[in-house]
């Protein structure tokens, strides 16, 4: 029997604590031990991880929930507020470690962190992008877009690494490059940061009701346009709630048809549109009767006239 959502992402994420806590020592102690300013800051960047882990196995207890009579659209809005959670966790790290390097350049000391450093740096690479894959793997089979978020946490700790490893290797040969680990903080800032606002943004749109998914009013009207039973959809919505998507609109129908033809038609179309839209969860539909709903000029006379047919989507 496959694992629940709960339980899977419970799973992903404490591998991805233990793996965060075996790194970010790493880095870190490598980092005091070379000088490499750094590696300290991409270890930084690793213990942020556990913040972001700790968010997500509290709030998976409440997303994956059921609805019930205090939350009858289910509790998807937590896994929104976790995946905001882990942007701004994730903005205050890039933050801070960007302050630290811009006031130590110009006054850093001339160390040359060595191979020592480099090893660290890429050892976090190839276990954070091994973990990157193995998270979204996970999070595609229950489509949970917190688990994704982590994964992308996972995948700018590797990114951040790559800049520090290219930094110490640089002023392993060439000493008096000496402020390119200050530089490579820098760029591992600019990493977080758009890994923060990759994060942030879906979240903020959501949270403010922005449509769900641009192009699935145009796969509603290819469904409809299927069935001709159908005459024609309009006013369709679509908002997200946490990984899922709920969805509402209007459907025309013969108007001569009788009441359990014209629900037997809906609750078909319902059932097509929730097994070939994963992510859609629930769909409202609203029955109209098509009274020639589109009008048209006739270019010989001027006036308008009915076409009581199927519109042509």
């Not at 289910?74 to 882990?86: Q, S």
């Not at 290219?166 to 800032?189: G, K, M, R, S």
Request: charge should be negative; charged fraction near 20%; include cysteine.
């Amino acid at each position: 029997m496959p694992d629940s959502p709960l339980k899977l992402i419970r799973k992903a994420t404490w591998v991805g604590s233990i793996a965060n806590v075996a790194l970010a020592l790493l880095k870190i102690t490598i980092g005091k031990i070379t000088g490499s300013q750094a590696l300290i800051a991409d270890g930084v960047h690793s213990f942020s991880d556990l913040v972001t882990d700790t968010a997500i196995l509290i709030g998976s207890r409440y997303w994956t929930a059921p609805a019930d009579k205090e939350h009858p659209y289910g509790h998807g809005r937590f896994e929104t507020l976790t995946n905001i959670f882990i942007g701004v966790i994730l903005a205050i790290v890039g933050i801070g470690i960007g302050w630290d390097s811009i006031n130590s350049i110009g006054n850093e000391a001339k160390t040359n962190p060595g191979m020592l450093a480099f090893g660290a740096a890429i050892v976090s690479i190839l276990v954070k992008e091994i973990l990157y894959r193995w998270t979204v793997i996970q999070a595609k089979k229950i489509n949970s877009r917190a688990l994704h978020a982590n994964a992308w946490h996972h995948r700018s700790d590797a990114l951040s690494s790559l800049p520090v490893a290219i930094a110490v290797i640089a002023n392993y040969f060439v000493p008096d490059l000496h402020y390119l680990d200050q530089v490579a903080a820098l760029l591992v800032t600019a990493m977080i940061l758009k890994a923060a606002f990759e994060i942030l943004w879906p979240a903020i749109m959501e949270i403010t009701e922005a449509e769900a998914d641009s192009d699935i009013e145009n796969k509603i009207q290819r469904y409809a346009s299927e069935n001709s039973d159908i005459r024609e959809v309009h006013a369709i919505r679509s908002r997200r709630t946490g990984s899922s998507i709920l969805l509402d609109f209007h459907l025309l129908v013969d108007p001569d048809m009788s009441v359990d033809k014209a629900h037997e038609i809906t609750e078909d179309f319902k059932s097509h549109i929730l097994k070939q839209l994963d992510e859609v969860v629930d769909v409202i539909i609203h029955i109209e009767p098509y009274n020639c709903a589109e009008r048209v000029i006739n270019p010989c006379c001027g006036e308008d006239e009915c076409h009581d047919e199927k519109p042509k989507n």
